[in-house]
Nanobody
Framework: VQLQASGGGLVQAGGSLRLSCAASGRTFSSMGWFRQAPGKEREFVAGISWTGDSTSYADSVKGRFTISGDGAKNTVYLQMNMLKPEDTAVYYC???????????????WGQGTQVTVSS
């Protein structure tokens, strides 16, 4: 099983980025995005479940970020708008059986992609 994330980069505050993640090797019921800033714990950003077509967001990104994807293709996207300097982190995609806000619930992880938002 492999998860390949892409789309990170450097953007000014107020700008947008779109992250992509493609999983191969098996199908999953849920995929999500986490992020980890230097010196901080990995935190939940957003998740999507193909079962029931549901989504979930951290309060800090609600209204600015949108998760979407295609369960049949095991692909998930994270559209990030109105980016803030505090969104700077390494973003990881994850795949598992259900949406959860704790990393331990996910079985597989991508390699991470850096997002840097300048003020």
């Amino acid at each position: 099983v492999q998860l390949q994330a892409s789309g990170g980069g450097l953007v000014q505050a107020g700008g947008s980025l779109r992250l992509s993640c493609a999983a191969s090797g098996r199908t999953f019921s849920s995929m999500g995005w986490f992020r980890q800033a230097p010196g901080k714990e990995r935190e939940f950003v957003a998740g999507i479940s193909w079962t029931g077509d549901s989504t979930s967001y951290a309060d800090s990104v609600k209204g600015r970020f949108t998760i979407s994807g295609d369960g049949a293709k095991n692909t998930v996207y994270l559209q990030m708008n109105m980016l803030k300097p505090e969104d700077t982190a390494v973003y990881y995609c994850a795949a598992g059986r259900f949406i959860a806000r704790y990393p331990g619930a996910y079985d597989y992880w991508g390699q991470g992609t850096q997002v840097t938002v300048s003020s």
